[in-house]
């Protein structure tokens, strides 16, 4: 199998380290990839413009590619799986219109209203007025959303009613997020403890991965601003047996269905960010792909092939697909720019990456690097993650721990805390 992965972060470094295990993956062209990618065996990065959708489909017909995988959100949003499909190419991620599931935030609270998918009471804005009406009628906390895609930054959830005014201000008036702040959803504000579930689908079927947690505030103790995720642990036992199977019945399943019965089946990745409070699961967001950093602790778990499991999905197979977890546990420490996630400097020489690798037990994902000269230098504010498997989540912590230690750039951090928890149950 010839694989085309689009996308270069620690999610892609993640995917294609395990597409590359498959033993049918002959070849995976990564674009544009990133140095981790690069030193993989049978793996290569090229240069094309992403942004150019069919002149990525032309790439993927000329190297006769089986199959291309997408990774972030932006080229499934702007609509890369519907020119592959017109092609008759085989594409993992998708379509423009099934996307809307992450790309309009009022898209998938209408629909999860629609089909009884359990999530926060909301209400759709179209402007400051009738924003800030709700706003006075409801009182905080509460959280306003912008209805487009933000970076992960058009989240503000208000504990005052002028904070969440002040929001509805920036995002409508002042046009913080440009067009994705022209709706607005504001919504309950749910308390409880969030967890990632996701899982692959080809519109049909749905598997399920294990529930993963993320960090997404900058410093422990979940203090500071939001970033991209400063690490995940997998499983997350927050997400119980039952949890995960109502979670499975009650959202995953019923979504997959509603899209199709809409006439936008979804194929791919679908990430559901969820709330648990006590036995009661509810939607937060949902994302078209695979989460970054959730995919650095997933998929080293996974005991199956999966290229043949996205191939599956691409074709409308998944039903016979193996699909199996180890019964192991994965931690994944993200090691930051100093500044982030606000500015900060690159450029830093990165040192001690073969001997946190020595560990056979430890892999280093490149977020933000690159190659300067003959040596790995950084190129972003998420750097690496840093990620172990062991026995259990203690002994993956520790493990993942030791392994940072080893590796040393100017002005480096990372939270100390990470699965903190877990290891609190
Ligand atoms: P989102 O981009 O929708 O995932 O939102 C970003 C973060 O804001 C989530 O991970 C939650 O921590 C928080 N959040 C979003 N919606 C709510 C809500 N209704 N209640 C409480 N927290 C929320
Ligand atoms: N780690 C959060 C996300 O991928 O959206």
């Known amino acids: 199998m010839r694989i085309l992965l689009i996308g270069g972060g620690g999610r892609e470094h993640a995917l294609a380290w395990k597409l590359a295990q498959s033993p049918k993956v002959e070849k995976l062209y990564a674009a544009p990839g990133n140095p981790g990618i690069a030193q993989l065996k049978k793996c290569e990065c090229i240069n094309i413009n992403i942004d150019d959708l069919e002149s990525v489909a032309d790439y993927a017909e000329e190297k006769s590619i089986d199959l291309t995988v997408v990774g972030p959100e932006a080229p499934l949003v702007a609509g890369l799986a519907d020119v592959f499909k017109r092609r008759g190419l085989p594409v993992f991620g998708p379509s423009k219109a099934a996307a ?63 904070e969440a005014l002040a929001a509805i201000d920036e995002m409508m008036a002042d046009h913080k997020f440009g067009n994705a702040g022209a709706r607005l959803v504001l919504e309950e504000y749910m308390e409880g403890e969030e967890a990632s579930l996701l899982a692959f689908t080809d519109g049909k079927t749905v598997v399920p991965m294990i529930a993963a947690q993320d960090h997404k505030r900058v410093f422990d103790g979940d203090e500071g601003p939001n970033t991209g995720g400063m690490g995940t642990y997998a499983p997350a036992p927050v997400m119980t047996d039952i949890l995960r199977l109502k979670a499975t019945e009650r959202i995953l399943k019923p979504v997959v269905e509603a899209m199709a019965a809409e006439g936008m089946p979804y194929q791919g990745c679908l990430y559901a960010g969820l709330m648990i409070k006590g036995d009661s699961v509810k939607v937060v967001e949902f994302n078209c792909r695979f989460g970054d950093p959730e995919t650095q602790v997933v998929l080293p778990l996974l005991d199956g092939d999966l290229a043949d499991i996205m191939l599956a999905c691409a074709t409308g197979t998944l039903d016979k697909a193996e699909v199996g977890w180890y019964d192991k546990a994965a931690v994944c420490v993200v090691m930051a720019s100093g500044g982030y996630p606000e500015s900060y400097e690159k450029g830093k020489d990165i040192i001690g990456l073969e001997a946190a690798a020595s560990d056979k037990n430890v892999v280093v994902f490149h977020a933000g690097t690159k190659y300067e000269n003959d040596s790995i230098v950084t190129a972003g504010g998420r750097v690496l993650g840093v990620t172990a498997v062991d026995a259990s989540i203690k002994a993956a912590r520790d493990r993942a721990y030791n392994a940072v230690e080893k590796i040393k750039f100017d002005k480096a951090f990372c939270r100390k805390d990470i699965a903190w928890r877990a290891l609190k149950r």
């Open 100 to 162: 809307q599931l992450e790309g309009s935030k009022a898209f998938s609270k209408e629909l999860m209203a629609k089909y009884n998918i359990p999530t926060a009471f909301f209400k759709i804005c179209e402007d400051i007025a009738t924003a800030k009406a709700y706003v006075e009628e409801k009182g905080a906390p509460i959280v306003v959303k912008a209805d487009g895609l933000a970076a992960g930054k058009g989240v503000v959830v208000a504990m005052t009613k002028e």
